[in-house]
């Protein structure tokens, strides 16, 4: 148990996460009303479940950056969905939030540990903030996953470039596909429904979703270039 390295902390810049709230603007959500509120607001979406699209469209860089930091570094975060807040620029139109973690504890993963560790992250901060959200905002859980995959399978094909941890990195992804890592979460792999048979290179080259996340929905955007929906 320990904290991480200015370097790793660094690493993790790129996914969005803090863990200092300079400007004291940290937002923390304790219930889901207040999450569809907040998203509305900065998006502008009619309805709570665009709002909740966009929102897990931005989520999904802090739930790849557990699944980074466990692939890269066989590390895994001490904390829950109520140790995390939302660090947000009013004045910034895109609205890219960082996410600040409140507490920078962290444990070793052995290989052995692994896939335990696969499913905790996708079950506590997955799952549980889909659960959160789903029923409220009324959509489809498969369309929120799609939304942390299509940041997870870019997180992925870079880390398999890394030669000293490409096997590491397969085998993780070869989990993630499979059922059982899923268990008591989904029936079945959603990971394995938006990849169908390519491999992770081949499904960024070029991404296409199975999912819409409604961002064409947004007033002043259009369709995504990977969106599946040709009519949107």
Not at 26 to 49: C, P, V, W
Request: proline fraction near 3%; charge should be neutral; glycine fraction near 4%.
């Amino acid at each position: 148990m320990h904290n991480l390295t200015p370097s790793i902390e660094k690493e993790l810049q790129g996914y969005r996460i803090s863990f200092r709230d300079e400007a004291k603007v940290s937002k923390t959500f304790n219930h889901a009303d207040e999450l569809i509120q907040y998203a509305q607001a900065r998006t502008g979406a009619e309805t709570s479940r665009i709002a909740i699209s966009m929102w897990f469209r931005r989520y999904a860089f802090f739930v790849t950056a557990q699944l980074y930091m466990l692939s890269k570094h066989r590390l895994i975060w001490e904390g829950t969905l109520q140790d995390f807040g939302v660090l947000d620029d009013p004045e910034d139109e895109h609205w890219l939030p960082n996410f600040l973690l409140k507490t920078n504890s962290w444990s070793n993963v052995t290989e052995k540990e692994s896939p335990s560790a696969l499913h905790s992250i996708l079950n506590s901060f997955g799952a549980d903030a889909i659960r959160f959200l789903s029923g409220t905002a009324k959509i489809s859980k498969l369309v929120l996953w799609e939304n942390i995959w299509s940041y997870t399978v870019w997180m992925y094909s870079e880390l398999l470039k890394q030669t000293d941890i490409k096997k590491r990195v397969e085998k993780d992804i070869e989990m993630l596909l499979e059922d059982e890592v899923w268990l008591n979460i989904e029936t079945r792999s959603p990971f394995k429904r938006f990849i169908g048979e390519k491999s992770v290179p081949e499904s960024v080259n070029p991404y296409k979703r199975v999912t819409c996340c409604l961002y064409y929905r947004i007033d002043g955007q259009e369709k995504c270039a990977y969106c599946p929906n040709k009519n949107c």
